[in-house]
């Protein structure tokens, strides 16, 4: 079959993009969805799609991820090098990537998924990324896929320290919870730009308190920008609440709420507050005192 000059065109700057100094022989079925795949076999073609590239490219990069985490943190148990592959080896993060090399253009989707967006979608870009790790493995070996590989985790792998522990949303949840807080809630705030360019904002509350604020390409990279935002913000302190630690009134500042014994009283914005109590702390309660005459 005589190359398209268009589609030359268009996958030269992807394989300077992906660092290959040629095209695998089996390029376009990485590039290839089962979309596209099952209209041309409709009209007798044998065109096969990415899904069995995906399938080799990714227990290929979780070798070559695993490789890396290794060398990179000798120290890391077991556990934490789990948790680093699993946030670096994810549909959120390849798509990423896929996004960042302008790879949906090269994708080969049937007219109905194209026209519903779904080059753009991270699973399907994701996938597209573990099938071309395939595709580079069956031609260069494992060097080649690691020298991908380590191209498609860079930005991640920059910041994967920060991944040895919990994920930030697993984290906040926890530290909500420790404050016997409402389980944290994300909302979409905005989602702005063209299809092909989203970003979304998210925020992320517990119940009316909003903890911190995300932004990313998708809307769970969003959440966990919101999330790791919300653990690196000084939570807020909890709603004004009755102390029993301030110093008890006096003769002639006792308020006329608590004329037959001692009160506390709590200096405050608006109207102030009593303690009623005529025995223990733990009987008595606040109740607010409008008394114009009670001494500021």
């Known amino acids: 079959m005589t190359p398209d000059p268009k589609r030359t065109a268009l996958l030269l700057p992807l ?18 969805h089962r979309s596209f795949a099952n209209e041309r076999r409709g009209r007798g073609s044998r065109l096969r799609d990415n899904q069995r590239l995906e399938f080799l490219g ?19 148990d077991e556990g934490q090098l789990s948790r680093m592959r699993s946030n670096l080896v994810n549909a959120e993060l390849l798509a990423e990537y896929g996004r960042s090399i302008e790879l949906s253009p090269a994708l080969q989707l049937g007219k109905g998924a194209l026209a519903s967006g779904d080059h753009q979608q991270s699973n399907v870009l994701a996938d597209a990324v573990e099938a071309l790790v395939g595709a580079v493995y069956l031609d260069r070996g494992l060097d080649g896929a690691r020298e991908l590989v380590q191209r498609v985790v860079s930005e991640g792998l920059r910041n994967a320290t920060e991944l040895r522990g919990a994920d930030p949303k697993s984290a906040l949840q926890e530290q909500v919870q420790a404050r016997r807080g409402p389980v944290p809630v994300y909302r ?18 517990s119940g009316e308190q909003v903890l911190g604020r995300g932004r ?17 913000s000084p939570p807020d302190p909890p709603a004004s609440s009755p102390r029993t630690d301030e110093p008890s009134c006096t ?11 001692p009160g506390l009283a709590r200096t405050s914005t608006g109207p102030r507050s009593c303690w009623m109590s005529a025995a223990a702390p733990t009987s008595g309660s606040w109740r607010t005192c409008l008394t114009a005459s009670w001494p500021r």
């Open 216 to 232: 990313g390409r998708s809307k769970k990279l969003a959440e966990l920008a919101a999330a790791k935002n919300a653990l690196l």
């Open 188 to 205: 979409l705030v905005s989602a702005e730009g063209p299809e092909q360019d989203r970003w979304f904002e998210v925020e992320v509350c």
């Open 251 to 261: 003769l002639s500042s006792r308020c006329p709420c608590c004329p037959g014994g």
């Open 15 to 32: 394989l300077e993009r992906l660092g290959l100094p040629r095209p695998p022989p089996l390029l376009e079925e990485a590039l290839t």
């Open 58 to 76: 990714d227990a290929v990069l979780g070798l070559c991820v695993s490789e890396l985490l290794m060398a990179a943190f000798p120290d890391a």
